[in-house]
């Protein structure tokens, strides 16, 4: 096992190294540089832009600027933002944990609900119940996620009045304890976190539904029934415990397609998350945001893939262990 | 398979129940806000810095007018009032100025202000060519003080913007402690100004928040607090003016605002603006331009002026919501608009076009109509525009038509506007034929806008490579006629010049279109170039609530 665990890692780092070369080199070649995006509309001469150039040491060939970034990233300086003029660790620490909040609770409920409906669902194979549900959870899935977001804020926000437009607090609030700033931060996770669960629920149903009529149909399920197990012991215990499989990898993938795949949300709601942050140095040619965003991604995927080889063989032991 | 008993079906109703019970209670919970003493700005845009010289969002400039003074601010109708100095005497033909200074103004760590924080400013920008700003003080020759509580800005040129408008004054004791090395990269984290605002906070991407500053020396402002927050979308920014979220949202997309003027509560106005928007043609003639070199012949820039119609455009592209275009100076200049006299027009007469295109040799045509040089090239143009902006994008194709219906075939393709930016701006070889783009004046005054096309801002401002040496010549002495009638005879001669030779099709003004909750607040004042986000501060300082 150790010797396993030992390879994965080794793995683990040279797709970070891999990672880390290719997200420097990409934006790099990307075309706009961020001194033309400043000197734009500021009356800056050819002076002016040349120290600007010098300042961020864009003026020097791609191959140093690269090793001056590894070199500053070990000693965990991220670099310097040029929009913000700021260092970049807080700026995306900061945005970090505001995701982290929103998709935290926004996939544990999408896994929790997605497979609670899922076996609902299988064991009410053929029904209208399992048609309705299957049917309802793709309608969700194909719709684009902005567009649920502006139905929900219009419904939820504008009309009934029940709920905030958007951003994590509101911008003029007095809270008398933190109790009532917490109640505000969940008041408006609200809108968000249905967005994500609506759109995103119908792959853990759909995952946790046919692999449980895999399950289903196999002889130990008839015979712990022959034993006479109750139907609930029968399904949960033998039927959910081994469809869970597909389940584990689903999850991985999703945790980490969320840290970065919450753009759509987080802009429709005003989230001051790592989507937004992106987004808004992507236009504005951030490189050093953006390279500290994408590495975090590329960390959390890495991760996350190497959680689930791990799960996978404590899940199941005929997991190879080569 | 599993059946709902009893038990399980109260025990799902439970948690359903508990679940709805827990979203209602969350939903009336909504915390006390201060409506009515804080005054809420929405917008698509958040700041990007908190150093007054070296950020470059809008919002950022509204923050450092609220929590900086400077010397003389604008009123609502644009003309100069005091504002740190009382009084200011130019001497020496528009040479020298001389400030006296408001006595007993403290900063807002309690520290009294003084004629050296101003010395310390000017010269503090000039001598580190600081920023944005930088470029105006080339010619500031001496910045002194004289007594206690005055101060002389004597320059080389006669300056025809007064320099007290330009920056912000900084505290010396605070800003002294940077090395200039450091000075591109201060992030001036907490800034304190003599302002009427204190700055509280800027939670990045999301709001900004300056509270009122009670000691400053000028009229309490009645709101207690201003907040500028930003919003992911147009649509959300309304939604929210709609539901009372906010109080203003200071640019509304001409598409939405339509729609506004039913909203109850809601106020919408449209201001004239110092912006416009063009069609640019690549006129470089260096040897590494890839642009497409037929562009270089006046006739065809001014055939491609003639087969579209400004009005069309604004009807159709901007909804109305502007005026047709004709040079660089939008009216809000007033009497330094340009109107060309009805020989010079170049607008909306497709006859004209084929006349200038046939007389200049472009009448053999190939496949579908298009016309062809002497030398046999088609004319046909790639066209550059910014994706966002949606009126830009609805401008390129009117214009795509009715450059076809002169024979002219022009490709559309488009980009963000940073990737506009490297491909038109690319001094190296600009590889592009024409582009559409706008432009907002920094400063309330002829030279930011006139100055784009001169040969110095190759690049910096100048966005087609186009120069002429009269222009040139014409730019600098307007910049230091002080006269007013003297300056607008040769603002005009400029503005003529460049519109005949057609490196831009300036294609509208547009109005700043600005809605604002009418429940909350009251007394907004229209003004030139926008109620707020704007070069005055008075409807901030103004307002009073409902």
Redesign the interface.
């Known amino acids: 096992m150790a010797q396993y665990v030992g390879r994965k890692l080794g793995y683990l780092v040279l797709t970070l190294a891999a990672v880390l070369a290719t997200n420097f080199t990409l934006f790099h070649l990307m075309p706009g540089d961020p001194v033309t995006h400043i000197a734009r509309g500021q009356h800056l001469d050819a002076d002016a832009i040349a120290r600007l150039r010098s300042f961020y040491g864009l003026d020097m060939p791609l191959p140093s600027q690269f090793i001056t970034y590894v070199a500053h990233l070990f000693r965990g300086d991220f670099g310097w933002s040029y929009t913000y003029q700021t260092s970049v660790g807080p700026i995306v620490a900061k945005a970090l944990g505001n995701t982290l909040i929103l998709v935290t609770i926004s996939t544990l409920l999408v896994i929790v609900l997605g497979v609670g409906i899922g076996v609902f669902a299988a064991s009410r194979r053929g029904t209208r119940t399992d048609g309705g549900l299957v049917i309802g959870s793709l309608v969700f899935w194909s719709l684009p996620t902005f567009w649920v977001g502006m139905l929900l804020i219009f419904v939820f926000a504008v009309t009934l009045g029940w709920l905030p437009i958007a951003g994590m607090f509101t911008a003029d609030a007095v809270y008398p304890t933190v109790f009532t700033k917490i109640a505000d931060l969940a008041r408006h996770l609200i809108l968000p976190t249905m967005a994500m669960v609506l759109v995103d629920i119908a792959q853990f149903v759909l995952i946790s539904r046919s692999s449980l009529l895999a399950v289903l149909s196999e002889d130990y399920m008839t015979t712990a029934r022959a034993k006479g197990l109750s139907p609930r012991r029968v399904l949960w215990r033998h039927g959910v415990r081994n469809a869970l499989l597909p389940v584990v990898t689903a999850t991985s993938l999703y945790a980490s397609a969320t840290v970065g795949g919450t753009i759509q949300v987080e802009t429709v709601f005003s989230w001051p998350g790592m989507g937004q942050l992106i987004y808004l140095s992507v236009i504005r040619r951030d490189y050093p945001i953006m390279e500290a965003c994408f590495l975090i991604f590329a960390v959390v995927v890495v991760l996350a893939n190497f959680a689930s080889d791990i799960a996978y063989r404590l899940l199941d032991p005929r997991v190879r262990l080569t | 398979?599993?059946?709902l008993n009893r038990r399980g079906f109260f025990r799902t109703s439970a948690v359903v129940a508990a679940a709805l019970g827990g979203?209602?209670a969350?939903?009336s919970?909504?915390?006390?806000?201060?409506?009515r003493t804080?005054l809420?700005v929405g917008s698509t845009t958040?700041i990007?810095?908190l150093?007054p010289f070296?950020?470059?969002s809008t919002q950022a400039y509204d923050v450092f007018q609220l929590v900086y003074d400077k010397l003389m601010e604008y009123d609502a109708q644009l003309n100069l009032q005091p504002s740190l100095a009382t009084d200011v005497e130019v001497t020496e033909g528009g040479k020298v100025f001389t400030y006296t200074l408001r006595s007993a103004v403290k900063w807002q760590d309690g520290k009294d202000f003084s004629a050296d924080d101003v010395v310390f400013t000017y010269l503090l920008v000039r001598d580190n060519?600081y920023g944005?700003y930088?470029?105006?003080f080339k010619e500031l020759t001496e910045a002194t003080k004289v007594g206690d509580n005055q101060v002389r800005l004597v320059y080389s040129q006669p300056q025809t913007l007064d320099p007290a408008i330009i920056i912000p004054i900084v505290p010396k004791h605070l800003w002294e402690g940077v090395s200039k090395d450091d000075l591109?990269?201060?992030?001036n984290?907490k800034p304190i100004g003599t302002g009427p605002f204190t700055f509280v906070s800027w939670?990045?991407?999301?709001?900004a928040?300056v509270a009122r500053n009670d000691g400053w020396w000028g009229p309490k402002p009645a709101a207690e607090?201003v907040?500028w927050?930003?919003?992911?979308?147009d649509?959300?920014v309304i939604?929210?003016l709609?539901?009372g979220?906010?109080d203003i949202v200071a640019e509304v997309p001409p598409t939405i605002y339509t729609g506004l003027k039913d909203a109850s509560n809601v106020t919408s106005t449209a201001m004239d603006s110092f912006s416009f928007h063009m069609i640019g043609f690549n006129c470089s003639k260096e040897p590494a331009s890839k642009g497409n070199r037929l562009l270089l012949d006046q006739s065809v820039r001014q055939a491609l002026s003639c087969a579209v119609s400004r009005q069309q455009l604004v009807e159709l592209a901007l909804s109305g919501y502007g005026e047709p275009g004709a040079d660089l100076l939008p009216p809000t200049f007033g009497d330094f608009h340009y109107t060309p006299g009805p020989d010079a027009v170049l607008d909306n007469n497709p006859g004209k076009a084929n006349d200038l295109l046939d007389k200049a040799g472009y009448t053999e045509r190939g496949d579908d109509g298009i016309r062809k040089s002497k030398a046999g090239a088609l004319l046909e143009f790639r066209i550059l525009a910014i994706a966002d902006t949606a009126v830009d994008v609805k401008a390129a194709e009117l214009f795509i038509t009715a450059a076809k219906a002169v024979g002219i075939n022009l490709k559309l393709s488009t980009?963000?506007?940073?990737?506009m930016?490297?491909?038109v701006?690319n001094t190296e070889g600009p590889d592009w034929d024409i582009m559409v783009w706008g432009?907002?004046s920094?400063f309330y005054d002829p030279s930011?806008l006139l100055?784009i096309p001169t040969t110095?801002q190759i690049?910096?401002?100048n966005d087609t490579f186009w120069t002429d040496a009269r222009y040139d010549e014409l730019y600098a002495q307007q910049k230091t006629t002080v006269d007013k009638d003297a300056r607008i005879k040769i603002v005009q001669e400029m503005q003529a010049l460049h519109y005949a030779a057609c490196p831009y099709i300036v294609m509208w003004y547009q109005k700043k279109l600005t809605g604002n909750r009418s429940d909350t607040w009251t007394g907004w004042q229209p003004i030139n170039g926008g109620m707020i986000l704007n070069f005055p501060r008075v409807n901030y300082l103004d307002v009073k609530p409902a």
């Open positions: 398979m599993t059946e979203a209602a969350l939903a919970c909504a915390p006390k806000t201060a409506t804080v809420r958040d990007d810095a150093n070296t950020a470059f060519n944005t930088g470029a105006y591109p990269k201060y992030a984290e939670e990045k991407g999301s709001v928040t607090k907040t927050t930003k919003f992911g979308s649509d959300v939604q929210a709609r539901n979220d906010i980009t963000d506007a940073d990737g930016g490297a491909t701006f432009w907002d920094a930011y100055g110095d690049g910096g401002n």
